[in-house]
Structures are given as C-alpha cells and as structure tokens.
C-alpha cells in the first residue's frame, strides 16, 4: 500500500539523548525547543500538530560492539526506538520532526525512513547539514562517540551487528547528501571517498553558493521520484549565530545560508521527516539558537519573507 505523507500533519518526538556524544547536555535540547516555541510556531503556518512528547530507549543492557563503542547499549536501545518511532509515523502518513539529543539518534531515525522508503518502492535520500561528516565505526572511531557513527550505520557499514536486524534496508552512499562539512578524521576521508558520499563542504558552499547546491540536491532526489530525510545538526551552523552546541566548528553556514536551504526545500515538497540535533542549551546564549532554530524549522515549513 502506498502512504502519501501529509507534510501538514507533524508529529513532534523528542529524543533526549547525549551519551552518543563526548559532552552531555543534548538531554535538553528537546525542551529547549519546545520552549522556544516549536509548536506554536508551525500551528501558526497552517499545520496540525501532536507533540507526543518524549521517547525513551527500549532495553539493551549488557549489549556491546567489537571495538571502541561508548555506551553501545543505550545507543543501540535508542535507535531500536527511534527506528520504529520513525516508521510508524510515516506508515501513518504523517510528518516526524525529532527533537534532538545528539547525532546518534539518526542511527534509528534514518532506519525507520529508510523501511518506510523501501516498502513504498522508493528511495530513501538523506540530506546531512553538519560540521561532522560521522562516517565512522566502532573500529575507526578515535573517541568512540556514536553520533560520529551515524551515518556509516544508516548505510550499512559493517560494524553494528546487533542493534538492529543485518537485513535491514539501508540508505545507498551515494543517496547521502552531505552539507557544510568542514571537521572530517583521516580513516573517515578515505571511508567517504571509496564508499561515493556526496561531500559538499564549506568551500563548496563558498565557491558555488548555498542555491546551487541545494538545487542539485533537490533535482537528484526530484528525478529519482525519492523521499527525503534532512538531518540538521545545530553545528552546520557558525558558531556565532548558534554557539549552543558542543561540537563547534568556526566558519560554518550563515543564517541566510541556513534560511534558504530552508525555503529552497520546502519549495521543492520533498521532504518528508526531520532531526534537529545536537542543541545543548547548557552552552547556550540565553536561548539563542534555540530560537534560531525554531525560525529555521519555520522556514522549512512554509514561513516566507513575502
């Protein structure tokens, strides 16, 4: 049965995650956001929406990975949820907006789409606006953090047996767009290179410009009549606009760069699931990117200067 996903219909997840990451503090990026008016912001546009407030991880206790994996239990018991939060909301034909919680909630998050995708006879694309390119594993990690672990495990890179089945659909390399890279390991350099990742770092944004970018992005996945997941980590953007993260990386995207990726894709009706990750309002200006944040989410979502 084909589901169309109503982009009007938004399901809110939160997803209080942070010990995929090396700093805590993403355990309230979640209400952060809701504070900072994520709700009533998108209600505003138009749209019906369900705040079904926050997940918790199923129960991996004892579980572990060869290598260096920190916290692989409650990683993996996260993305068994996250996996199955995201698949069902789109088997319903509605929007998932998860509210992150670091990086490695995609683990679960890109897995449910990518079930989704592959039931409905499409391909799943993701588009991963980062500072990180997180295409490492357990054995080429040199922190062990599994938010830089992602996106080698939502392809299909060995390493991760056991948190979710092997069989498992997978997201193509070449169907990962990634945007506004600019902190990448050497073993991951290599990894990204063999595997056919489309890398598009801030030197790309700054010789061919946000636009062209974007619509490259948006024709592949137009042509391929495929769905798209956008990942947006609060890192894609310069410090100096959102220093509310833990992962900082100077010389990241600017806020008109942000806000029209933004409106480019909602333009475009692609998208049709979201994370918005690594907030930690713990080392925020007084909410500052939170809101900024909110105002992007506003922007994929219908909010026009004219």
């Known amino acids: 049965m084909i589901s169309q996903i109503d982009h009007k219909n938004i399901v809110l997840l939160g997803a209080p995650v942070e010990e995929g990451a090396g700093r805590l503090g993403c355990a309230m990026g979640p209400a ?119 996106v080698a495990f939502f392809c299909g890179v060995d390493g991760f047996s056991g948190i979710l089945p092997d069989d498992r659909p997978v997201v193509a390399p070449e169907h990962v767009f990634m945007c506004g890279i600019r902190s990448i390991d050497l073993d991951e350099r290599a990894e990204l290179t063999k595997a056919g990742v489309n890398v598009f770092d801030m030197r790309s944004i700054d010789e061919h410009g946000i636009v062209a970018l974007m619509k490259r992005i948006i024709e592949t996945v137009s042509g391929a009549d495929g769905l798209l997941h956008v990942s947006f980590d609060t890192d894609f953007l310069d410090p100096d606009i959102a220093p509310g993260t833990g992962t900082i990386v100077r010389g990241g995207g600017t806020y008109r760069e942000a806000h029209v990726a933004m409106e480019m894709l909602y333009d475009s009706g692609l998208v049709t699931s979201l994370d918005i990750v690594e907030l930690n309002p713990f080392l925020d200006d007084r909410g500052k990117s939170a809101y900024l944040l909110v105002e992007l989410v506003s922007s994929l979502f219908g909010q026009k200067i004219f």
Do not use: C
Not at 92 to 98: E, K, N
């Open 32 to 150: 952060a956001l809701r504070l900072a008016g994520i709700q009533p912001a998108l209600e505003k546009l138009g749209h019906t929406v369900e705040d079904r407030g926050n997940l918790a991880p199923e129960n991996l206790s004892g579980f572990t990975l060869p290598g260096l994996a920190r916290n692989a239990a409650l990683i993996g018991g996260w993305t068994r949820t996250l996996d199955r939060a995201a698949y069902e909301t789109l088997k319903d034909g509605r929007m998932p907006i998860f509210l992150g919680g670091d990086h490695s909630l995609s683990m679960g998050t890109v897995a449910g789409a990518a079930r989704h995708a592959e039931e409905q006879g499409r391909k799943l694309f993701v588009l991963w606006m980062d500072a990180h390119a997180d295409f490492n594993t357990p054995v080429t990690s040199p922190s062990g953090n599994m938010h830089g672990m992602s």
